[in-house]
């Protein structure tokens, strides 16, 4: 059975590696229940997790952006290629699972967390100076992108309370195919698959879907 190893909130800083002078990437556990819920239209809302702290609200945070998930694999992966220790949201996810695999989720599938909440998946995460400002390794950026397991934005679908070891449940996956990894390497390595992205329909972010079409467009002419 897939679980929830922590629920991360933000230790906010100043950092001269983003555009506000202030992240929010520097997530942490936190005991006891945490409220989520839907936060609002990006820009004038940022994390759907009561206590969190989005930076930089412009291009992070929102509705479509609710909740950020990473599997503690994934960072187990990272410890041995960095020589270094990874701690449960240090790579600002705000769910950190274990027995999921978060890259493979489908986008518009959706898990119940706890007994409450259920979750979208909407998108991967793109790295960014923040993320590579905060990690401080040569080449960070590239060498992520390299790897192809960035994680997934949710949205919110119902609101509830989650904790440190509820258990994740799927609770509908969409057969289009498009999945967290395969949305990811069409927006970066391998744009010949941005074509297919677009079979996810409805479940995408509006914005995802005219960006993508925005690139196809360009790819025309």
Same mark, same amino acid.
């Given at each position: 059975?897939?679980?929830?190893?922590?629920?991360?909130?933000?230790?906010?800083?100043?950092?001269?590696?983003?555009?506000?002078?202030? +992240?929010?990437?520097?997530?942490?556990?936190?005991?006891?229940?945490?409220?989520?819920?839907?936060?609002?239209?990006?820009?004038?809302?940022?994390?759907?997790?009561?206590?969190? +702290?989005?930076?930089?609200?412009?291009?992070?945070?929102?509705?479509?952006?609710?909740?950020?998930?990473?599997?503690?694999?994934?960072?187990?992966?990272?410890?041995?290629?960095?020589?270094?220790?990874?701690?449960?949201?240090?790579?600002?996810?705000?769910?950190?699972?274990?027995?999921?695999?978060?890259?493979?989720?489908?986008?518009?599938?959706?898990?119940?967390?706890?007994?409450?909440?259920?979750?979208?998946?909407?998108?991967?995460?793109?790295?960014? !100076?923040?993320?590579?400002?905060?990690?401080?390794?040569?080449?960070?950026?590239? !060498?992520? +992108?390299?790897?192809? !397991?960035?994680?997934?934005?949710?949205?919110?679908?119902?609101?509830?309370?989650?904790?440190?070891?509820?258990?994740?449940?799927?609770?509908?996956?969409?057969?289009?195919?498009? +999945?967290?990894?395969?949305?990811?390497?069409?927006?970066?390595?391998?744009?010949?698959?941005?074509?297919?992205?677009?079979?996810?329909?409805?479940?995408?972010?509006?914005?995802?879907?005219?960006?993508?079409?925005?690139?196809?467009?360009?790819?025309?002419?």
């Amino acid at each position: 059975m897939a679980r929830l190893l922590s629920v991360n909130i933000a230790h906010p800083h100043a950092a001269d590696y983003t555009s506000t002078d202030v +992240t929010g990437i520097d997530k942490r556990p936190v005991d006891g229940p945490v409220a989520v819920a839907a936060p609002g239209p990006r820009g004038t809302a940022g994390s759907g997790v009561a206590g969190d +702290t989005v930076g930089d609200p412009r291009h992070h945070g929102g509705d479509h952006q609710a909740v950020y998930a990473f599997a503690r694999e994934d960072l187990t992966a990272w410890e041995k290629e960095l020589g270094r220790e990874l701690s449960n949201g240090v790579f600002g996810e705000n769910l950190t699972t274990s027995g999921l695999d978060v890259n493979s989720a489908s986008i518009g599938e959706r898990w119940r967390i706890g007994a409450s909440l259920v979750l979208e998946v909407t998108s991967p995460r793109i790295p960014c !100076r923040t993320f590579a400002g905060w990690l401080a390794e040569k080449g960070w950026v590239k !060498r992520f +992108t390299q790897a192809a !397991r960035p994680g997934a934005y949710l949205r919110v679908i119902e609101p509830g309370e989650i904790k440190a070891g509820d258990d994740i449940e799927v609770v509908s996956r969409p057969e289009h195919g498009v +999945t967290v990894e395969f949305f990811f390497r069409a927006l970066t390595t391998e744009p010949d698959l941005l074509p297919r992205v677009l079979d996810a329909g409805d479940a995408l972010n509006p914005a995802d879907a005219a960006s993508v079409r925005r690139r196809l467009e360009r790819g025309k002419r």
